[in-house]
C-alpha cells in the first residue's frame, strides 16, 4: 500500500465556528492535526481546505494543502479532489480521511486503519474502540458499529452503523471513530453514489458504501480520539496539547 493523508477542514461548524483555526498554544488546530498525521509515517500529509484561510494558513506553515470549493457537498467529496489535484497519476492507491477536528489524536490510529485492507476484498478500514459506559451507549452523538471479533482478532467486519445501542443483548458495544481508509478506486466509487435512504435516516454517511453493497471492516483501538466539537472540547485540547510546539 502507498497511503496519502487528506485533512477535509472547513470553517463552517454551528457549536464552534472556525473551529479548524481555532487556537492551541499558539497554532491553528488545523495544524496540530497535520502533526499527528506526520507522526503516523504512512505517507504524505495535505490538507483538503473548504475556505482560503484554512489553505493560507496551511501553507504558510510549509503544508500541502488543496482549496476546494465552498460548495462541495462533504469533506469526503473535498477529499477526493484534493486527491485528483495532488495525484493525478494515481502514485497513492490508499487514501487516508482524518478530519480536521482530532488535534490529540494518536499517531497510531492511523497505523491501525490500514489494517483492514490487509484483506483484498475489503474497499474502506475504519476504526471502533470500546463504549465506555450506559452514558455513551444512547447518546446519539457517539456512533455504534454493529460488529464482532473473532477470538484474539483485531479486525472485524462492520455489518452496520447507528446511532442507538447496536446490537441488542449481552456483550460489547463498539464506538465507531471517523477515521477512513479507502482503496482509491472505492473513493471514487462512493463520492458518484447518490445519497442513500439509511445515510438519510441515520445522518450516517458510511450507510452509503454498505447500502451498495461495499465492504467496510473495522479495527479496534483501546481508546478513539475526542473530536473538538464545543468550546469545552477546545478548552480540554489546549490543556492536553500545553507545551507542544
Excluded at 82 to 100: E, F, I, K, T, Y
Aim: proline fraction near 10%.
Amino acid at each position: 500500500m502507498t497511503p496519502i493523508v487528506l485533512i477535509p477542514a472547513r470553517l463552517s461548524a454551528s457549536r464552534l465556528p472556525g473551529k479548524p483555526l481555532a487556537d492551541i498554544g499558539g497554532r491553528p488546530m488545523v495544524l496540530h492535526v497535520l502533526d499527528r498525521a506526520r507522526e503516523a509515517g504512512i505517507g504524505p500529509v495535505a490538507v483538503a481546505a473548504g475556505d482560503a484561510a484554512i489553505f493560507d494558513a496551511v501553507r504558510a506553515a510549509g503544508a500541502d494543502a488543496v482549496l476546494a470549493d465552498a460548495d462541495v457537498p462533504s469533506g469526503t467529496d473535498r477529499v477526493k479532489l484534493a486527491l485528483d489535484a495532488l495525484d493525478p497519476d494515481g502514485r497513492h492507491d490508499v487514501v487516508v480521511n482524518l478530519q480536521g477536528d482530532f488535534p490529540t489524536l494518536d499517531p497510531a490510529c492511523l497505523r491501525a486503519v490500514l489494517l483492514p485492507l490487509a484483506d483484498p476484498a475489503v474497499d474502506i478500514g475504519s476504526l471502533v474502540s470500546p463504549v465506555a459506559d450506559a452514558v455513551e451507549a444512547v447518546a446519539p452523538q457517539v456512533v455504534k458499529c454493529a460488529c464482532q471479533f473473532a477470538p484474539g482478532a483485531e479486525v472485524a467486519p462492520a455489518l452496520y452503523f447507528s446511532r442507538q445501542p447496536v446490537p441488542w443483548g449481552d456483550g460489547p458495544l463498539w464506538h465507531h471513530i471517523g477515521v477512513y481508509a479507502f482503496r482509491r478506486a472505492a473513493l471514487a466509487r462512493f463520492v458518484a453514489l447518490p445519497p442513500s435512504p439509511l445515510e438519510g435516516r441515520e445522518k450516517l454517511e458510511q450507510l452509503r458504501a454498505l447500502e451498495a453493497g461495499m465492504r467496510i471492516a473495522v479495527a479496534k483501538v483501546e481508546h478513539g480520539p475526542f473530536g473538538v466539537d464545543t468550546p469545552a472540547d477546545l478548552e480540554r485540547a489546549r490543556a492536553m496539547l500545553a507545551g507542544t510546539r
